[in-house]
């Protein structure tokens, strides 16, 4: 099992408000940063640090952390961002780094 | 901008030693991490390991036997070897270069992140005899 935990999958009605989360011992020292991840194509990188976004990814996108949870929230999804979410941070039991084991995004 | 290449044997056999090359052009090999990435067919994302242009490497704790990574950097070039593969290591192999970042908040406390922000098109490997 990853030590960073996220849910295996979850929907959104189209223009609606989703969060995926990751938890995980080590999120409470280190932040998380979030993937993006279509079929046949390699990740994208969409959200890292406290809530930063790289250049091009749309605002809908956001970040956030509480206690042992991190989450990307996307605010009014659209029929694009269905696709695979992955966030990545420290591992707890060591140096070394994880990622947790993916959410599938479906927008309906 | 930045760009990443892997290259390799698409097959290797059981036991054999796969080793795949990344070619880094658009940014500076020197002062900093590259990583590889691992995804079996139909799975997750699995970090093999970064490597810094000083040769510093972080390995994956369950790889780490079979893994060695180096740098070259007269060729902007980073390399991945892994040995004795299985039909287990049979998957897409990416590269991507790696950053490691704190930040204090008001009260004090440092806080770190990592994050990959260019990736290769990754590469396909099988393992079959």
Request: one cysteine or more; glycine letters at 10%; aromatic letters at 10%.
């Amino acid at each position: 099992s990853s030590e960073l935990t996220q849910d295996p999958a979850v929907s959104v009605a189209l223009g609606q408000t989703v969060r995926i989360t990751c938890q995980g011992d080590s999120l409470r020292n280190y932040y998380a940063s979030w993937y993006q991840q279509k079929p046949r194509q390699a990740p994208i990188l969409v959200m890292y640090s406290k809530n930063s976004r790289p250049s091009g990814v749309p605002d809908r996108f956001s970040g956030s952390r509480s206690g042992n949870t991190a989450s990307l929230t996307i605010t009014g999804a659209q029929a694009e961002d269905e696709a695979d979410y992955f966030c990545y941070s420290r591992g707890s039991s060591g140096h070394h780094l994880v990622f947790g084991g993916g959410t599938k995004l479906t927008v309906l | 901008q930045v760009q990443l290449h892997e290259s390799g044997p698409g097959l290797a056999k059981p036991s054999e030693t796969l080793s795949l090359t990344c070619s880094v052009s658009g940014d500076s090999i020197r002062n900093n991490y590259w990583s590889w990435i691992r995804q079996p067919p139909g799975k997750g994302l699995e970090w093999i390991g970064h490597i810094h242009d000083s040769g510093s490497a972080n390995y994956n704790p369950s790889l780490k036997s079979r893994v060695t990574m180096s740098v070259d950097t007269s060729k902007s070039q980073f390399s991945l070897k892994l040995t004795s593969v299985t039909a287990t290591d049979t998957a897409v192999y990416y590269c991507a270069r790696h950053f490691n970042g704190r930040f204090r908040e008001n009260r004090g406390v440092i806080y770190y992140y990592y994050y990959m922000d260019v990736w290769g098109e990754g590469t396909t490997v099988t393992v079959s005899s």
